[in-house]
């Protein structure tokens, strides 16, 4: 690491107070309700929450987990979330230093987990999240380090027609809806932070858990599965180790494969 610990400490309360807006955002989206007003408050009672109530994880921990109006139990997904993000600023900052890249990453990481959340809870993924994610990406592509707007937006456009090839042919083969518009929205997102390569990786990881993870309950309960969530794993993954996979896959399979 380059960075001094005091960097990587600012990153991480950073991602905290971006963690808490995210639980806000990850609750509100999907009932079309604004993030601005009314300000925080109780799921319970509806009792407004005042500022010391609102300190990242902290006042989750002096409260026990409670309201303290109405003492109804408040979820571990809020400091929990906030915790993740705050990880994630920080692991970036670590990771990378203090240069474009690790906002770059750490934007991508944390609305893929506001989508993890959202998906997972309300089988929903709000477009803030996905068409919102997606002029990120193409923005940051701008940066210093980025991808470069071409293969953004190129990505972008594999990402959505790809999988909107996918969904119907599924609904063709099925009879029924075989993929939500939001999954199709969420891949230009993906292609826009990881470009055609990054793409075609995040769909194989993603079918992959999915199936792996998921699939025996689907098949045995019937229930519907939360790609979004699954894509995003498999988009994180692709961010985090997807370069190193690739290039041992380039010497190491079509290497062998060549020589054979």
Known sequence: MTEP???????????????SFLN??????????????????????????????????????????RCRTCQDPISVQYPLVELATGLVWAGMVYHEG???????????????????????????????????GAVLGFGASFMPGGIGWE?????????????????IVGKIAFKKEAMGGGDIKMMALIG???????????????????SVVFGPISWKTGKLVPFGIFLSLGAALTYVWGPDFLEWYSTAILGMARVS
């Open 98 to 132: 203090v240069v474009f890249e690790a906002v770059r990453g750490g934007l991508f990481l944390t609305v893929l987990l506001g989508i993890a959340l959202t998906d997972a809870r309300e089988y929903i993924i709000p477009d803030e999240f996905s068409v919102g």
């Open 24 to 65: 806000v955002c990850a609750w509100r989206w999907p009932r079309s309700e604004s993030v601005v007003s009314p300000r925080s408050r109780c799921p319970g009672c509806e009792t407004p929450l005042i500022w010391n109530d609102n300190i990242p994880v902290i006042s989750w921990l002096l409260l026990r987990g």
């Open 192 to 210: 826009s932070f990881l470009g055609v390569a990054g793409v075609l990786l995040t769909l194989f990881l993603g079918a992959l858990l999915g």
């Open 5 to 19: 610990w005091s960097s990587v400490v600012v990153a991480g309360l950073f991602g905290l107070i971006l963690g």
């Open 151 to 167: 293969q953004s937006l190129l990505g972008a456009a594999v990402g959505f027609f790809l999988l909107w090839g996918v969904a």
